[in-house]
């Protein structure tokens, strides 16, 4: 009887450590374009509450695909509301928790030629060997750019100049190495490069896309990943979002 109680008290134990464990951090799975925006908002919050955040950047799809497969995040930052209102369907979210965090917008970047007048000439000019974009497949952003291509009717014209990354953030790393001539990216990458310039830019319609509404969900009731989606909803969180280039 009392190896049992000893064996009892011990697995409690045990079990009280690992749930004490798991509450010192939250593990936040984020897309790829808000990586920056991200790890500004943490900083802060880490900074006024001592509490750790972990972030696990990749593509929305990819992302979607592990929470379905069981990976262990307290909460997902998509790039789109898609992903997140069918986790919501599958009841894999905490119920009430999806919400609207950041609106996205495109643009056609490039750092080696100048796009000022040209706009969708510059997709014919002989220079431009590579076209980046994310894979429209796994990513909002490729999406949004495959939109735009088909738009301009030039989307299988292009096939063969178009490298495609996993997610935006590796489509926008193409373009910055010179691997890429040319990309379509996130508003919010280009507003961190201090040597951006706006020639260098064309802001995309937002009526040539499907809108890139980005959305939250919280997936486990960690009081972290509670704490710093209260905080990204904050004034003070919505003025960081905001100061990278997203629309509220």
């Given at each position: 009887?009392?190896?049992?109680?000893?064996?009892?008290i011990?697995?409690?134990?045990?079990?009280?450590?690992?749930?004490?464990?798991?509450?010192?951090?939250?593990?936040?799975?984020?897309?790829?374009?808000?990586?920056?925006?991200?790890?500004?908002?943490?900083?802060?919050?880490t900074?006024?509450?001592?509490?750790?955040?972990?972030?696990?950047?990749?593509?929305?799809?990819?992302?979607?695909?592990?929470?379905?497969?069981?990976?262990?995040?307290?909460?997902?930052?998509?790039?789109?509301?898609?992903?997140p209102?069918?986790?919501?369907?599958?009841?894999?979210?905490?119920?009430?928790?999806?919400?609207?965090?950041?609106?996205?917008?495109?643009?056609?970047?490039?750092?080696?030629?100048?796009?000022?007048?040209?706009?969708?000439?510059?997709?014919?000019?002989?220079?431009?060997?590579?076209?980046?974009?994310a894979?429209?497949?796994?990513?909002?952003?490729?999406?949004?750019?495959?939109?735009?291509?088909?738009?301009?009717?030039?989307?299988?014209k292009?096939?063969?100049?178009?490298?495609?990354?996993?997610?935006?953030?590796?489509?926008?790393?193409?373009?910055?190495?010179?691997?890429?001539?040319?990309?379509?990216?996130?508003?919010?990458?280009?507003m961190?490069?201090?040597?951006?310039?706006?020639?260098?830019?064309?802001?995309?319609?937002?009526?040539?896309y499907?809108?890139?509404?980005?959305?939250?969900v919280?997936?486990?009731?960690?009081?972290?990943?509670?704490?710093?989606?209260?905080?990204?909803?904050?004034?003070?969180?919505?003025?960081?979002?905001?100061?990278?280039?997203?629309?509220?």
């Amino acid at each position: 009887m009392m190896k049992f109680y000893s064996k009892f008290i011990f697995s409690v134990s045990l079990s009280l450590f690992a749930n004490n464990i798991l509450a010192q951090n939250a593990k936040i799975a984020i897309a790829s374009n808000f990586l920056s925006t991200a790890k500004v908002l943490v900083n802060e919050f880490t900074q006024k509450t001592q509490q750790k955040i972990v972030l696990i950047v990749g593509s929305t799809g990819k992302h979607y695909a592990q929470i379905m497969y069981g990976a262990p995040f307290d909460a997902f930052f998509a790039a789109d509301s898609l992903r997140p209102e069918l986790l919501q369907k599958k009841h894999k979210i905490i119920e009430g928790s999806r919400f609207t965090y950041a609106s996205g917008k495109l643009v056609l970047w490039s750092p080696k030629y100048q796009l000022a007048g040209l706009k969708d000439k510059i997709f014919f000019d002989n220079r431009i060997k590579f076209l980046a974009i994310a894979n429209p497949k796994l990513a909002p952003y490729g999406r949004a750019a495959k939109d735009v291509l088909k738009r301009l009717k030039i989307y299988s014209k292009l096939h063969r100049k178009m490298v495609k990354g996993e997610n935006v953030g590796q489509a926008f790393q193409f373009v910055k190495s010179g691997h890429a001539d040319l990309g379509l990216v996130a508003w919010s990458q280009i507003m961190q490069l201090k040597t951006a310039s706006k020639n260098n830019i064309w802001v995309l319609p937002e009526s040539w896309y499907h809108p890139i509404t980005q959305q939250a969900v919280l997936l486990k009731n960690n009081p972290i990943a509670i704490n710093f989606i209260a905080f990204v909803k904050s004034e003070a969180g919505k003025r960081i979002i905001k100061r990278f280039g997203y629309a509220d």
